[in-house]
């Protein structure tokens, strides 16, 4: 204990590489809530900082953290000046710029094409006409000089769906490394990935990472083993949400159907597709006697919003969704008045398979193949998959959604089992980031810019 105490006192800089910058994805931010507050434990005085397009709104949800934005991308001042920010951000700035999102906020169609067409976020090789180096160029924010850890924060970028952010994450990684700074990435997705010069960067960077935990055993770790990644640097830990949405569980069995069907660039669903799962969900609800509650986790371009309120309509017994404004907490606590879900979103599985409540993943994609299977071996009962394409999707929908309503109560005490086995797993992996840091040479930091 002494040496974590001489540890804390040293002016320790962590940066956390956040793979949604805009902060429009609650199930990322609740991964990151968990991160900032387990580093936060163990290193009270630690600087850290999270890559963001959005300062005002990270101090708003993540009090704690502070952010590393444009156009130089550097630690603000730690005076007495960086002390007045930090505290005006908290407790002014950051909730007026929550109030103002919720209150202005609307579909972000521009920010996601500029995303896909400039950067290539879904492209495939043969579609695009970019050099590679010209496509993914790399920008290394300045703060990362003076970090005595690089994290990578979990999410399900390191894929030919998301090459951009891919990119990024890899060339902030290999930066870090060769400045001897110790580099981790924690609860993430691995794949599906086939591009050849995204395998070609995997390989040459995440062998020198010191430390990879993983949110799935499905492809993760047989990726990492492809790339030369030593096994002993792997631990398959489960999402790190897990532990923040197991907070907001309720001894009461939930009376509503949860819904959430997301239509997006990587998350193709048709039309006919789409009007079975509003069918289903309403016809179920209808006799089952049960609320319809329309959830969202992603305001990214208002994709969940547009695709999902529609199911509702003619429904006996609709419920709101959150508000723009909502936080991860607020959806948590709508999962948690649910009996059973049916949702085409990754994190809303985990919202509820972490309450202990069971879920039916809809997918239509093998990127969501992967997400759902795989977390369905990490919490081994409570989640069946059912693809949109199938010849059969409104019976097989219809069964797995009546089967988990009547499996409910059963369910409820494995599922909480194994979210608290993967919470304990996930402080566990975290325990060999911070020794990273702990164990390693201490890096003098320098002053100068910050």
Not at 176 to 181: K, N, P, R
Not at 222 to 234: C, H, I, N, T
Not at 345 to 367: D, K, N
């Amino acid at each position: 204990m002494a040496e974590h105490i001489d540890i804390a006192e040293r002016e320790i800089r962590v940066l956390i590489e956040n793979g949604e910058y805009w902060l429009r994805n609650r199930g990322d931010i609740a991964m990151m809530v968990v991160t900032v507050e387990r580093i936060r434990a163990r290193w009270p005085r630690a600087r850290i900082g999270v890559l963001t397009h959005q300062p005002s709104v990270l101090r708003g949800l993540l009090p704690d953290a502070e952010p590393i934005c444009g156009p130089d991308w550097s630690w603000g001042s730690h005076g007495w000046q960086g002390l007045l920010n930090r505290t005006a951000g908290t407790t002014v700035v950051g909730p007026a710029a929550l109030w103002w999102r919720a209150a202005t906020d609307g579909p972000k169609d521009r920010l996601r094409a500029i995303r896909v067409r400039g950067r290539g976020e879904i492209s495939t090789p043969q579609e695009s006409a970019v050099a590679p180096e010209l496509e993914f160029p790399v920008e290394i924010p300045a703060a990362v000089e003076q970090a005595s850890l690089v994290l990578a924060n979990g999410g399900g970028y390191m894929t030919d769906v998301d090459r951009y952010q891919a990119h990024r994450t890899l060339n902030l990684l290999e930066h870090a490394s060769a400045l001897g700074i110790p580099t981790a990435l924690i609860g993430q997705g691995m794949g599906p990935m086939r591009d050849p010069y995204l395998l070609q960067r995997a390989a040459e960077v995440l062998p020198k990472v010191d430390f990879v935990a993983l949110r799935e055993g499905r492809r993760g770790p047989a990726l990492l083993d492809k790339f030369g990644v030593a096994s002993d640097r792997v631990l398959v830990t489960g999402d790190d949400a897990v532990e923040f949405a197991y907070r907001s569980r309720d001894a009461r069995i939930g009376a509503d159907i949860g819904v959430c069907l997301r239509v997006a660039d990587y998350a193709q669903v048709s039309l006919a597709a789409q009007g079975i799962v509003g069918q289903v969900v309403r016809t179920r609800a209808a006799e089952l006697d049960a609320g319809l509650v329309p959830l969202i986790i992603s305001e990214y371009a208002s994709e969940d919003r547009l695709s999902t309120l529609p199911l509702l309509a003619g429904a006996a017994k609709p419920l709101p969704a959150v508000g723009r404004g909502g936080t991860p907490a607020d959806v948590a606590r709508q999962v948690g008045r649910c009996r059973v879900l049916v949702t085409s979103a990754y994190h809303l599985a985990v919202f509820a398979l972490s309450q202990g409540i069971p879920a039916v993943g809809i997918t239509a994609s093998e990127y969501y193949d992967d997400k759902f299977h795989g977390l369905a071996q990490m919490f081994g009962t409570g989640l069946r998959v059912v693809h949109l394409n199938d010849p059969e999707l409104e019976q097989e929908l219809t069964m797995a959604l009546d089967e988990l309503w009547d499996d409910a109560p059963a369910l409820r005490d494995p599922l909480q089992q194994r979210a608290v086995e993967q919470i304990d797993t996930g402080r566990s992996g975290l325990e060999r980031v911070f020794g990273l840091v702990e164990n390693g040479p201490v890096r003098p930091v320098q002053r100068s810019g910050g």
